[in-house]
Structures are given as structure tokens and as C-alpha cells.
């Protein structure tokens, strides 16, 4: 139990172009989803927090206009980057957390971004 | 602030060896600890957890004991296999008024395991 999806796996886009990435939690309702980003060799970064059916949380440094984060429904949660550049190339992991999970949050597979 | 900090990698051991990985964490509050393990190319996966000091967390051969005289959450197996080549998260978890439930994560620890 307890599976989060992401799709696309993988996508390669150029630059000027935006790009959805959609995160699932396929057996169980998550109010609560989280979206990092990952540079090469290094940790964790978390981007924004999502609440099902308000505006999301993002953390500093983060540009909301850029990083588009939609949570509309209990199992679905969509990340869209925008006018994507070069430097937005990275892995892209979301998780989620159950609503009375509160110590355990499952993570998807990650979405690796390649903007040309 | 809130912070974990890891030992650096990358680790090589040959398989059946002993495995230490140190994690030592800072918390303005009374936090629950986790090791998580992320494969190549793939997401991030629970290893284990504690919630409380003194408490030991298990899974699959590797252990960790919340040490809060310490502050540590050092990971441990005694006999490592090829298969358990990864990187190594620790992390913490601090519910404070507002929060959603953020985990802080360390730098991660590169573990690679020679036949």
C-alpha cells in the first residue's frame, strides 16, 4: 500500500516551453503533498507544500509564477514548470503525506527534466 | 533552525562488511528521526524510523537508535550486500503550529558495496 506515481519518468523540452508533471497517490487520499527538487549528488530540496483545494506553500527562494503546483483533488497533484530554462534541469520528486500520517510522508519515483 | 548533518561519501565496503553511516541532527523541539534509501534513478524509500528517544528502528538488517544525549541516528549493518548500493538520507521530522509536515533531510551518503 502507500504508492505515489509520477509521470512522466522522464521528459526532455526546450527551453521557452513548459512542462506538467503530474504526482498520484494511487491507494490512499493525501491532503497533504510536498514537491522537492534534486541537483545531481546532492539532497533534497524542498520546493513547495500543497494542501488539496488551497494555494500552495512555497518555500524561499522558490518563484511561484515559475513553479506552477496544483493540488485538486485528494490523489493528484500537478508540478508545471514554466517558460523552463536550462538551469531548470534537474530530478523532480514528489510525496505525499496521509491525512493522519503524520510522521511518514511516501515518496514517488521522480521525474528527471531535461530542458535543451 | 532545524538542520541534519551526515557523514560525507562515498562509502565502499566489500560485501559482509560492517556498515556505520553517522547522522547527527539540530531541532528546537523533540523531533522523530528517519533513514531513507534512493536507489538509482528512483524515488526515495522509508529504511526505518523513530519517534522517540531510545527508540531502535529495523528493517531489512539495518538499525538506528534515537540518541537524543547525542542527537545522533547513526544507520548500522552488520553484513552488507551488493544489493544494498544506494544513497542514504537521514532526516528529521518537526510538526510545529502551521507546518505540514516537513522533513529536513541531510546531504546523503553514497554506499557502494563490492562483491
Known amino acids: 500500500g502507500a504508492v505515489v506515481s509520477q509521470h512522466p519518468s522522464r521528459v526532455i523540452c526546450k527551453s521557452g516551453t513548459s512542462v506538467k508533471i503530474e504526482c498520484r497517490s494511487l491507494?490512499?487520499?493525501?491532503?497533504?503533498m510536498f514537491w522537492y527538487r534534486q541537483f545531481p549528488k546532492q539532497s533534497l530540496m524542498l520546493m513547495a507544500t500543497?494542501?488539496?483545494?488551497?494555494?500552495?506553500?512555497?518555500e524561499q527562494g522558490v518563484e511561484k509564477d515559475k513553479f506552477l503546483i496544483n493540488h485538486a483533488s485528494l490523489t493528484l497533484s500537478t508540478l508545471t514548470v514554466t517558460s523552463a530554462h536550462p538551469e531548470d534541469s534537474s530530478f523532480y520528486i514528489c510525496s505525499a503525506a496521509q491525512p493522519l500520517g503524520i510522521y511518514e510522508q511516501y515518496f514517488g519515483p521522480g521525474t528527471r527534466l531535461t530542458v535543451t | 533552525g532545524n538542520s541534519v548533518t551526515q557523514m560525507e561519501g562515498p562509502v565502499t565496503l566489500s560485501e559482509e562488511a560492517f556498515l556505520t553511516i553517522n547522522c547527527t541532527y539540530t531541532?528546537?523541539?523533540?523531533?522523530?528521526l528517519f533513514w531513507y534509501v534512493q536507489y538509482p534513478g528512483e524515488g526515495l524509500q522509508l529504511l526505518l524510523k523513530a519517534t522517540k528517544a531510545d527508540d531502535k528502528g529495523s528493517n531489512k538488517g539495518f538499525e538506528a537508535t534515537y540518541r537524543k544525549e547525542t542527537t545522533s541516528f547513526h544507520l548500522e549493518k552488520g553484513s552488507v550486500q551488493v544489493s544494498d548500493s544506494a544513497v542514504y538520507f537521514c532526516a528529521l521530522l518537526l510538526i510545529s503550529s502551521g507546518s505540514a509536515r516537513q522533513l529536513t533531510f541531510g546531504s546523503g551518503t553514497q554506499l557502494t558495496v563490492l562483491p
Open positions: 500543497s494542501n488539496e483545494g488551497s494555494k500552495a506553500t512555497y
Open positions: 531541532a528546537t523541539g523533540y523531533p522523530s
Open positions: 491507494d490512499f487520499q493525501a491532503t497533504t
